[in-house]
DNA sequence: AACACAAATGCACACGTGTGCAACAACACA
DNA sequence: TGTGTTGTTGCACACGTGTGCATTTGTGTT
């Protein structure tokens, strides 16, 4: 059988209560009780129930992470590695962690509020750039946190009262266009999924490569924007048949994910085109892969430890900070991607 | 608020036990008000406190899958793919999902066992060679069913009473062994790591491995088994620094891992030494990475799909059939590994 | 010695849901 | 009309923990 506070009020011969009060350290009771329950609790191995504590005081030591649909089909190696770290950040901090996905967006947005109805979590790391602000505004009313990370609704950026951290995607784009434009480039093309051409994690990260490019002599014609389905390997693999006129017209292109550029790459390479010597590619992301292959990827790294340092830390501030909504200020972060230099681009003479 | 049972009692005119039961499809309620008030209930956007079912029914709908501590430090590509499948497996099935880990074995069990005892889960998924008996009958003990799959103890493979799923790695080995064999190779190595080389895990693969060989006239010398820390994708690399010495003695090398398997490729090829022209390589597990380098690394497929879709099923049967322990035969599966052949093996003259 | 006050503890209830049992109504049958 | 049966519902309690409030005990003050 399980044991719980009654055994071992009965055992320290006590009532529940000054038992409940003894494993939280409460003032109330007198030192050497405390002690002496505590040391029973222990022999006991006693270990509370977390449904009965959950009941009564609303606190369940379990944090839900959303992540978007796409993670579930194995598209982004980067938010695998997003998601480990987050669970690391947790588990430091003595937090279970319930992730949640679903087939769509609605769905999602669904489960996240399930999670929260059902109390089975304290609060909430999303990463979602299409999850409505009603859905926000409920989950706020239930007094539960929320943080965005990484993905952030178009609506949160200007919403002061909602938490998030994400990275400049404007900044990304740009370090990226200014590389290739230093290198000699000057006509480049650009690679994203056909659902993400009108976000504005595309639409930024886009402005900020053809400014970038041009500031430096460069340019993207508006032809060389190249939808694919999915941003996967295979897609980039794929992409590759149509080596022949990408390579007469730009020479060099730009991947919103590593691991389609990798897929690019390989398929390249199987008709003989050797990157970087004929053709130059840079990845975004930086995941792990992209220092497996030959050549190695050149990309934009985002700082995937800050983030999810960052988002797990804002949580657990909110967190502590009782109930009281908006008690304390508002934080929404920024933070700067980086080039990584390997060797998938070449310098023109 | 929360909306509970007693808020759609009073509005549908019955008392909350009769809600309970409408939401329930109990035979006991007509369907006259068995409709009405699931009409009202989902007008009202109820959602079941799951605390509180929790509390009195010991169920929770949500599964721990205990997953081993080397995953968290990234080592294991393979890992990640089967945690993925699993996630979907149980998102199928209406569960979520709690993944525990620790900084090592000793305190995964603790995080197993407290799990079950916070009442948190109501059944475990667990991949761990190393969790004692000890652990798995408390876990019993306590009502909670529990299924091993990929990894499991060597005491739980002679013990009918557990329940496991994983794949035969003799099997596995014996493929390697013999496909090296067939095209022509005397001398080979093998790497795993430290930790593993005492596992029954590695040591029936590595049998397989050495009899499928022979049993085509090739063979491994003790001197040739080579042990790194991790099986990292970088202990894979730098393991490469020894290739004149391997060169010389062996003509090819069998992995325990992918990864690392593709650091040592990498690493060679750093050194100008060609692969599978110079050296021959073969993995196991056939992780995603496997198919973009170049070469393309042969490796042995494990059947990760059949592991996680078994286990999920294995587990939701066990938990339908009510708390009645053992009542159901128990199910014990050894699948089988396929040879999957790319770029990385050579042909000898 | 009477009183005030602080410290320590127990009582009772609440959290939201599920279930055994009793109560009650409706109906059929003798 | 009385009895038994079936169908439907409500009452009361349980699950394990946390907390406001009353109670008891002990100590110090006047």
Sequence with gaps: MKVTIKDIAKRAGVSHPTVSRCLHNSPLVSAETRQRVQRIAAEMNYVPNQNARGLCSNRTDTIGVIVPYCQVSETSLFLDELLQQIRVMLGKNQKDCIVAYDENPQHQESHALRLVRQGKVDGLLIASSTMSRETVTALEEEGVPAIFYHLVPHWALEEPSVHWV???????????????????????????????????????????????????????????????????????????????????????????????????????????????????????????????????????????????????????????????????????????PTLVIRQSCRQLK
């Excluded at 900020?208 to 980039?236: C, D, K, P, Y």
């Design 166 to 336: 994400h990275h400049d995607n404007y900044r990304g784009g740009r370090l990226a266009g200014e590389y290739l434009a230093s290198l000699g480039h000057r006509h480049l093309a650009c690679v994203t999924a056909a659902h993400y051409a009108g976000e504005r994690e595309f639409t930024h990260r886009l402005k900020g490569f053809q400014e970038g490019l041009s500031s430096l002599g460069g340019s993207m014609a508006a032809a060389h924007l190249l939808l694919v389905e999915e941003l996967t390997w295979e897609a980039g693999k794929e992409l590759a048949q149509e080596a022949e006129k990408l390579l007469e017209e730009t020479s060099g292109i730009f991947f919103h994910a590593d691991q389609a550029a990798l897929g690019f790459i390989k398929g390249l390479q199987e008709q003989g085109i050797e990157v970087p010597e004929d053709y130059s590619v840079i990845g975004y992301d930086d995941v792990r892969e992209g220092f497996m292959t030959t050549p190695e990827l050149t990309t934009i790294h985002q700082p995937r430890e800050a983030i999810s340092t960052l988002a797990a830390a804002m949580l657990m501030e909110r967190l502590k900070g009782g109930t009281a909504p908006l008690k304390q200020p508002c934080i929404q972060q920024t933070l700067n």
